[in-house]
């Protein structure tokens, strides 16, 4: 094989790579950071869990357009991730909101504040809590396939229901 085509086959992999690398960070783009863009705020709880400031009494038949994206990961400590979204315009204040499954299992978000667009990813594991990551402190996965997970208001109306795969 003569230099002329070693060099063209290079060429044309270094094309391929950068387009298969480049569809594929559009993709991760289009499908995955979307959903967190918006910059959430987390800020410190009471030693408690409770909320250091009184919270608004929310009517049952009040909507607001908070969603369960997903429950990723199913059985997979590591990987259980459940993905919580805000869709109304403003402000949504999440202290003391709960997350359920069918087995009794609870998470109460601490003190934090999600934005028109903004999400959470709560995680079954232990972990540092970020503005775009929360930790359950689990040591074994909660959720399993065909399980309902449910979310709550502090006034404990639901507010969202999300089915795992």
């Given at each position: 094989m003569d230099r002329r085509k070693l060099y063209l086959y290079l060429l044309l992999n270094v094309f391929v790579s950068a387009c298969v690398t480049g569809?594929?960070?559009f993709w991760y783009d289009r499908n995955y950071r979307a959903s967190l863009a918006p910059v959430q705020q987390v800020v410190a709880s009471s030693g408690n869990g409770l909320?250091?400031?009184?919270?608004?009494?929310?009517?049952p038949d009040t909507e607001i357009p908070v969603e369960i994206v997903s429950v990723v990961g199913a059985g997979t400590l590591g990987a259980e991730v459940v993905l919580v979204r805000y869709l109304g315009e403003g402000e949504l204040e999440l202290a003391n909101w709960q997350i359920k499954?069918?087995?009794g299992n609870t998470?109460?978000?601490?003190?934090l504040t999600l934005y028109t667009g903004g999400a959470v990813q709560v995680h079954t594991s232990s972990g540092t809590d970020t503005i775009v990551d929360l930790f359950i402190g689990r040591r074994e996965p909660i959720w399993e396939?065909?399980?309902?997970?449910?979310?709550?208001d502090p006034q404990n109306n639901l507010r969202a229901i999300y089915r795992v795969p």
């Open positions: 569809a594929v960070l909320s250091a400031q009184p919270f608004e009494t929310l009517s499954d069918e087995d998470f109460t978000f601490p003190k396939s065909g399980e309902v997970s449910k979310l709550f």
